[in-house]
């Protein structure tokens, strides 16, 4: 049975200029409230054809019904987001409405459709509009929830095994990164899909990593200050500073908010064998044990553990201690964080003792698993690249290597935040969404020039 | 039934100097294998005295049997975690065992109780030390894990309505806090406890307060900038810039990664009426409706919002976009965050539509209580002050005020990030502690140096 156990009070309408008003009155009845409008006389909006508006018996729903659909608006959502002057700022964007003189029990006493427009009188003696096109934009789909999820808020993530990382590994030119907008939103949206990415051509200075990320926003600063140089290092209180083996790892995994993107800068390699950097995809061997080893993803999904890292840098004392899973998932079950490090998981373990000797079975073999020739890539930087990739997502790691005299191998690594990576994409896409609209409409003059001087 | 079904293999012992010596060979036994030592031969470890060394059937747990207790720890987590220098890095406090090569099916051959210190021969050819105190540092009980998580992982918390406020709000002398270990510590504690604490006698300069998060670790930087001035503004993004009431919120809810604590220096306050700060505890409100209207809670904490900001700050865009409820949980069901902000609440609301109806409801509630006079603060700051606060906890505000010509309000806020003060909280008490121990000694030397000069 519909949702809406309908009452039609009328069919009557109104015809102004080309378009169609729809005009509903308040009426004390325990059924719906409905209007139709005859077919000849729909309003035409892209795709929808709106047939009638409905109130819901509570009036705590309007429905915009279509023959293939019915489109359904909380009016207290309604209410809430008035675009008039009073209640919306335009230029900061922002809601004005004062919550604590907000009647939460606001209903619409009438609403209206003339053509495009939505038109609703309240019982806070207020009236709002609302343009079919913002409210469709905004409608409570299960399919537009997925689409705002997928391509705005987030984007869509290709995880790789070895055999795909060749054909997933893009390499862009810094200086294009750094001066065309197309290249520098190619660059981050290929970080973000593959969670890696190499920017060549880096001038052999010590600031070009930081350009590079003031390029997109700003460094991410961490208890390691807002670069970090790895070179081997005597008396480090960081393993990250020794020529031995760097085991597959994730930066900083004892920090609530760890960095999201790390991006290394080889100024120097080493010369002959070792140096190697490594590579797994962390949600790619999450994703396959959630398959075919439930029972251990469980547990590296549900087992805190604590990471830590108690050092100086500087003469800078710091005590990091962050209690979190391995695998990390969201509301929807997507892994969204990957936390492993050897070095800097605390000795003390706080979780039952029976679920701990179970986290290292499964831990065993999610190790085991990204040290395989099939997810693990091994692969030597070249002087003049930085490494980018997802530090919430990938593993990585470094083989052992012996500087020779006079040529130290250099890295100077630094890090970007996801929450202004996903901001810059937006804002590039929307810039760039508008630049080829610009483009077009000029094409479009240019050609239009061209035809009348012929 | 206790856990181990025990196989008593022998009981003898030797001892070696004052203590005891506990040996267990292996056997290829069904049963659990466990050495007894005679009462009178106890080794004394302050609190516990161990009885026997018991390892379990499949080798995967050890116990120390005491009088009222056993300690039990997973064998393999005993392997992971050995402290001998190839294992262990004592100046980086790191494990350095390589998890690429490690054997997860490790199992003790043997293991013996030498005075306090525990002996593994393990299956790897590997041999471990361990001592007691370490051993029960680290034990796997739940009141170790509470103790552990409430002490120094996290620290306790006392949420508070508008009757508690006045006896919890404490000022500090910035001075005093620069200057002062022990006021540092004062402060941090205070700030993470009650949410709020102000700071006083500051001077009046723009970089007074970033002087203060230095003292701490570092600003946290947003795309607002590393710091943020409020003061009336034309034309602005952000509804924060403008004269009139700024309605109770968090700040940047948007921010998957959002600022820590909120520190406003109040360089020039208003003449007159107006201008006063508004707080509220949102943690105290979020478990009053846990209690009292659990469905809203649970509403509250389940539907996600989106959060969102966009605009651009000194002609750099930004569309931050983060989907979180009003209320946090953590995994123990502990409020860790609260996002409430009206402005910066997007016109896209991704939840199904019956939720959203349940939400506003819900959020109606929660802000009523956030306004009612038994939660909600009012006070106006002093010029001055830095008034700071938990942003992930209290939601603030700001009546509207009038400017007097020559004389405008102006506040310049900037960030400190969670990570960064509990990390500054454990070094400061570790370090005190250290002192003040020293201090005690040191009074002792001298009372002996006294005692003999007599």
Redesign the interface.
């Known amino acids: 049975m519909n949702f809406f156990t309908r009452l039609i009070l009328t069919t009557s309408y109104v015809t102004r200029c080309e378009g169609v008003s729809l005009t509903l009155r308040r009426k004390h009845s325990l059924g719906n409230q409905q209007i139709r409008v005859s077919k000849q006389k729909r309003v035409a909006l892209g795709n929808p054809e709106i047939n009638s508006l409905t109130l819901s018996q509570k009036r ?2 309007l429905a915009l019904d279509t023959d293939n659909n019915t489109l ?3 009016t ?2 309604l209410r ?2 008035c675009q008039c002057p009073a209640c919306f ?1 335009r ?10 003189k ?1 009647d ?1 029990g606001v209903k619409p006493l009438s609403a209206k459709l003339v053509e495009s427009e939505l038109t609703i009188e309240w019982s806070d003696n207020h009236r709002s509009n609302f343009t079919l096109d913002w409210l469709i ?2 409608s ?1 789909t ?1 399919e ?2 997925k689409l ?2 997928n391509k ?2 987030r984007f869509e993530r290709t995880t790789w095994g070895a055999n795909e990382f060749g054909k997933y590994l893009k390499k862009f030119d810094y200086k294009s990164v750094l001066n065309e907008d197309s290249t520098l939103l190619n660059w981050l949206e290929s970080l973000t899909k593959y969670g890696v990415a190499i920017v060549t051509n880096v001038p052999a200075k010590n600031n070009s990593n930081k350009i590079l990320t003031e390029r997109v ?2 460094t991410r ?1 961490t ?1 390691y200050g807002e670069e970090f140089t790895v070179i081997a290092k005597d ?5 990250a500073y020794l020529s031995s ?1 760097l ?2 790892h994730t930066d900083l995994p004892y ?3 760890a960095p999201g993107a790390n991006l290394l800068h080889c100024l120097v390699q080493s010369q002959g064998k070792g140096g190697e950097s490594q590579l797994a995809d962390g949600f790619h061997v999450g994703n396959y044990l959630k398959l075919h080893e439930p029972e251990s993803y469980k547990i590296l999904t549900k087992t ?1 553990v ?1 990471w830590s890292d ?2 100086h840098e500087n003469g ?8 979190a899973p391995v695998l990390c998932e969201d ?1 929807f079950g997507d892994l969204v964080r990957v936390n492993f490090s ?4 605390d ?7 029976e679920q ?2 179970l986290w ?2 499964a831990v ?1 073999l999610f ?2 698993l990204l ?1 395989s020739p099939e997810n693990n890539v091994t692969f030597k930087l070249a002087e003049g690249d930085i490494l980018t990739f997802d530090n919430l997502r990938l593993v990585h790691g470094r083989s052992a290597y012996a500087d020779t005299t006079g040529r130290e191998r250099l890295l100077i690594g630094c890090y970007l ?4 990576i ?3 994409i ?2 590039l896409r ?2 760039l969404k508008r630049s080829k609209e610009m483009n077009i409409e000029q094409s479009t003059r240019n050609l239009h020039q061209l035809c009348l001087s012929f």
Do not use: M
């Open positions: 705590d729903i359904k608006f909380p207290i959502w809430d987001n700022q230029h900061s964007q922002s809601r004005t409405i004062d919550w604590g907000f939460f934009e905004r409570f299960e537009k929830r705002f999820r705005i808020y926003a700003f600063r208890h008396g480090t209180t960081n393993v083996t085991p597959l920090y609530h908010y805190l604590d108690v050092g800078d004392h710091f005590h990091s201690l962050h209690q509301e050897q070095p800097q998981r000795s003390h373990f706080n979780a039952p003792l701990v000797i290292y079975e065993g190790t085991k040290y935040d996801w929450d202004e996903y901001s810059r937006r804002v929307k810039q």
